[in-house]
């Protein structure tokens, strides 16, 4: 798993000191919340100067967003997360239950007064989850969350007025 | 049981209907009358109060009653069947809260359409929808009729037969009225409720054992009667290899099946942001989790304290063991404590199913007022007509779910609950997940996605010894049982990625690139979400 803090590789923010900041009542202040951090893990990529392709379609906008470098950096950073992870968690419980189902006799080997293998095992699957819920939800907060308030913003002052786009 | 316990027990449960109308009345009273309003509540609720509300929407009165007591018969395998309950929240963490928050609106059809001609796919996401929530609707409805005459000791088929039509009526009240907001908050006191139960049951089975757990669970062997292989795998699910492939089937719906159960798509709606969203889930973790590691102790507690020959005698499936127990850790049956707790814990057990079912009420009136309704109608319906149309299907619904939940009082509820979950596995996840991360995803890949999971699911069902060919079937006389498992997940789930694969393949039109990009830039970035 990579490591969640440090720097960016992606192309670094010129801008994001400067820029004013969006007074958005949907998103929920960074602070709000238990064992919150300020989110100050990486600064967000920037999305290509599109800004004078006033005409067209929302349909370009889109297009045009997803072959971003920010937007790639989004994908990628959810993906590499993601799907280890899922591979990980879903291979570790299929195997629990087959186990199980295949080798009672292994799980019934004693590891210390009553507690057995199924046991740890089985208390090992509730720990698992919690620590792959708590590793998610701060991947995402310090690796995604920035970058892609910053790609929706964009994504929809680009979109606004046009055919097919946002409100 | 005595009367006095039915009197506390009804007394209290009739506090918990009247605070809930309460809750109905007061969130109702200056209504906007808006779509936004009714399915979601406003999408105005907090990451906490959604985490709560997720909690009390999915652990239901099968979790409280049926896992401790299979647990307290069979020992570990009613562990193992709970784990798959927890796991399943990682694939909806990871793969859908908040993607589905950012690209949908009401319901699952929203994320798939965005991309798709809309008419074939919202009809058949809707059919799903509404049969996986029917499913579960009746599987409540069944748990609530044997409850009733399990903790009041009234087995009368007139007791049973009134409390489900008791619950559907409130279920209906509710959710017509009062929409997302008054669910919402049955929910959450609820999970308080639920929550604070079992951890006073907890504190006082590990008091009884002095905190040690090593005791607790070799005291519970012993009493078993089968020593060590009550703490092991094998005891419930260990037969033949048609049992063994069974559970394996089972979980696997188990942790599919989640992420695909309208009534849960539907609480991610009810925050303002996708990341309100992952916060709920992270709460609902916590408290899921937390719930279900106590039910384990409860569930050992009860073959420990009561022994499991006492808590089959009350009941063959176990389902009165933590009542039972909460009675001998009061004080036993004839002292005040004893009938207090016993009565809380009965209490708590119809409240959950009012909740639940609730839940499960309000998703599928949006499937139909939502998906089915418009589309099946040629004339487009205004917004405000859309929750007039939702009530109606509220009301509908609940007289399906009331008749059916009369009609297969004699099914086992575990059994279509996992049933539920297996339908959802195969009809409603395969169409998600392709919608969401497949680039050449088509319409008729996704209509052939939905009914090939659906059709095999229910299929397989019809011709499985639930049916018929063996004893405990709906109809034993006839046998026309080909499919050795009650559970068809493992065969249907992979069906509907298949059949979503042959569909895209096979199909004339070519994917829409720029409506992929779409869905793909506002799953991960929210840009345009409601």
């Known amino acids: 798993m990579e490591k969640y803090e440090g720097r960016d590789p992606a192309p670094a923010d010129v801008g994001a000191s400067e820029r004013p900041r969006y007074d958005d009542p949907w998103y929920d202040a960074l602070a709000s919340g238990w064992g919150e951090t300020d989110g100050t893990g990486s600064p967000a990529p920037v999305v290509p100067p599109a800004r004078q392709e006033r005409t067209g379609d929302a349909a370009e906008v889109y297009l045009e967003v997803r072959r971003s470098e920010a937007f790639q950096e989004v994908r990628s950073r959810y993906r590499r997360f993601v799907i280890p992870g899922l591979a990980l968690s879903l291979t570790w419980y299929v195997g629990y239950v087959v186990t199980a189902q295949t080798a009672p006799g292994l799980m019934a080997r004693p590891v210390a007064g009553a507690v057995n293998v199924a046991m740890v095992a089985g208390i090992g699957q509730f720990l698992t989850t919690f620590l792959f819920t708590w590793a998610y939800a701060r991947h995402a907060r310090l690796r995604r969350d920035r970058a892609a308030l910053d790609l929706r913003w964009n994504t929809q002052e680009l979109t606004r007025g046009l055919r097919g786009g946002a409100r | 049981m005595t009367g006095h316990h039915q009197a506390l027990a009804l007394l209290l449960f009739g506090v918990f209907v009247v605070i809930t109308l309460a809750i109905t009345t007061w969130v109702s009273r200056d209504r906007h009358g808006s779509a936004e309003e009714f399915y979601a509540g406003g999408r105005l609720f907090s990451p906490m109060e959604n985490g709560f509300a997720i909690a009390g929407d999915y652990t239901s009165a099968a979790s409280l009653l049926g896992v401790t007591g299979l647990i307290a018969l069979f020992g570990y395998d009613g562990l193992l069947y709970v784990v798959g309950f927890l796991v399943a929240w990682l694939v909806v963490l990871f793969c859908v809260a908040e993607l589905v928050r950012n690209c949908g609106r009401f319901t699952l059809a929203d994320v798939v359409v965005a991309r798709m001609r809309e008419r074939p796919v919202r009809i058949a996401a809707g059919t799903s929808s509404v049969t996986v929530s ?397």
């Open chain 2, 134 to 530: 029917v499913l579960y609707l009746v599987a409540q409805m069944v748990g609530a009729g044997s409850l009733v005459a399990l903790l009041l000791g009234d087995t009368s088929e007139a007791a049973r037969a009134w409390t489900v039509i008791g619950v559907g009526a409130l279920m209906v009240i509710y959710v017509s009225l009062g929409g997302m907001r008054a669910t919402t908050w049955i929910q959450i006191v609820k999970a308080v409720l639920l929550l604070g139960g079992t951890i006073a049951l907890t504190v006082l089975v590990l008091l009884r054992f002095h905190g040690n757990i090593d005791a607790l669970l070799r005291t519970a062997a012993e009493r078993s009667g089968h020593g060590q292989a009550f703490l092991a795998p094998g005891l419930k699910y260990g037969g033949g290899w048609a049992s063994r492939v069974d559970f394996i089937s089972l979980g696997l719906a188990l942790v599919l099946g989640t992420a695909g159960l309208p009534h849960i798509l539907s609480r991610f709606y009810t925050v303002p942001t996708a990341r309100a969203a992952r916060r709920s889930v992270v709460w609902s973790v916590g408290l899921i989790g937390g719930f279900y590691l106590m039910a384990i102790v409860l569930g050992f507690g009860a073959a420990a304290v009561l022994g499991p020959d006492a808590v089959r005698e009350s009941n063959s499936a176990g389902n009165t063991a933590v009542p039972l127990l909460a009675r001998n850790l009061g004080g036993g049956a004839d002292s005040t404590g004893g009938t207090v707790l016993f009565a809380v814990v009965a209490a708590i057990a119809f409240a959950t199913i009012l909740a639940v079912v609730a839940g499960i009420t309000l998703a599928a009136s949006a499937s139909v007022a939502h998906d089915l309704y418009p589309s099946l109608r040629r004339r487009r319906v205004a917004p405000r007509s859309e929750v007039a149309v939702a009530r109606i299907a509220a009301v509908a619904v609940g007289v399906v779910a009331i008749t059916l939940g009369l009609l297969a009082r004699d099914l086992n509820a575990a059994f279509l609950v996992g049933l539920a979950f297996a339908v959802s596995a195969s009809a409603n996840l395969p169409v998600l997940m392709y919608s969401l991360f497949w680039r050449g995803f088509t319409t008729r890949g996704a209509v052939w996605a939905v009914y090939g999971g659906l059709v095999p699911a229910l299929g397989l069902v019809l011709l499985s010894p639930v049916v018929s060919g063996s004893p405990d079937s709906l109809f034993p006389a006839v046998d026309f049982q080909y499919f050795p498992l009650e559970n068809p997940g493992i065969v249907s789930v992979p069906l509907g990625f298949l059949a979503g694969w042959l569909g895209t393949v096979t199909s004339a039109e070519p994917p829409d690139e720029a409506k992929h990009a779409e869905t793909e830039v506002r799953s991960l970035t929210g840009a345009g979400a409601v």
